[in-house]
């Protein structure tokens, strides 16, 4: 079983319905209309509801940052790389994680790549974060979105989407071209690499492009989860241009309750 804390992570998780809630434990002490929704939500998807202390919330969250609400849910299930070959818009766009360490990266990665329409994400099954609590906390829910292919080499994993016709575009402060000047028109993928490190040796190799994002500044690079949100949505600028030069009009989904940049 694992745990989901949040209010944002435990309200998509009932609206994914992608895993089942064991049961929800609900801050005794908190009335709000934004906790009442979570609550209203677990009666509707009959989820059993626990109302409990502030010190039992956080023995189970293993943090104070809980918001109020933990829940205990299934394990979550993987996809293949295979299941990840489907493209949702006329090209199929991936995010490979090539060792990103640190789960508040990974939970970022994940809430641009829900936004900018990636079609799934593949993630190395060792020395790399794992989708945690803390990382579906920071995706603000968006985890339980996002496709992920956990992967036992990366390396290979790559060279098995390049049979398929997918160019793998590596993220590098020593790339030779810039990202924007980079064509996202066609199957691909966007390799970022470790904190820090970068990409691995071998990885890199195996990458068709590497692409560099322009620093006027006096530090070289970007903090990975930062520089992997320009470029994929760079790749969502071009893509939506296409369709709207196509006389097409872009796919928008409904619109939900906002949330601000720090929620």
């Known amino acids: 079983m694992d745990v989901l804390y949040g209010l944002h992570p435990v309200e998509e998780a009932l609206r994914a319905g992608s895993r089942r809630l064991e049961s929800v434990c609900i801050l005794r002490s908190r009335q709000d209309a934004r906790l009442q929704r979570v609550i209203d939500a677990c009666r509707q998807a009959g989820v059993r509801l626990r109302f409990e202390p502030k010190e039992q919330l956080n023995r189970l969250a293993g943090t104070e940052a809980h918001q109020g609400v933990v829940a205990v849910v299934a394990g979550r299930s993987y996809a293949d790389l295979d299941d990840l070959l489907t493209p949702k818009g006329e090209h199929l766009f991936l995010l490979a994680l090539d060792g990103v360490e640190d789960p508040h ?99 890199r190799r195996t990458c068709d492009h590497l692409l560099r994002i322009p620093m006027a ?34 796919e928008v989904k409904a619109p939900k309750r906002q949330k601000g940049l720090g929620s």
């Open 105 to 203: 990266n990974l939970g970022a990665l994940l809430r641009t790549a829900d936004a900018a329409g990636v079609d799934g994400v593949l993630l190395p099954e060792r020395r790399a974060a794992q989708v945690n609590a803390t990382a579906a906390k920071v995706s603000a829910g968006a985890a339980e979105h996002v496709r992920i292919a956990r992967v036992t080499n990366m390396v290979r994993s790559l060279e098995e989407l390049k049979r398929n016709h997918v160019w793998c575009v590596g993220l590098d402060e020593r790339g030779t071209q810039n990202y924007d000047d980079f064509d996202f028109r066609a199957h691909c993928v966007l390799v970022l690499g470790r904190e820090g490190a970068g990409l691995h040796d071998l990885a």
């Open 217 to 250: 500044g006096k530090v070289s690079s970007l903090n990975v989860s930062v520089a992997g949100a320009v470029v994929m949505y760079e790749a969502m600028r071009q893509r939506r241009q296409a369709v709207l030069a196509q006389g097409k009009q872009p």
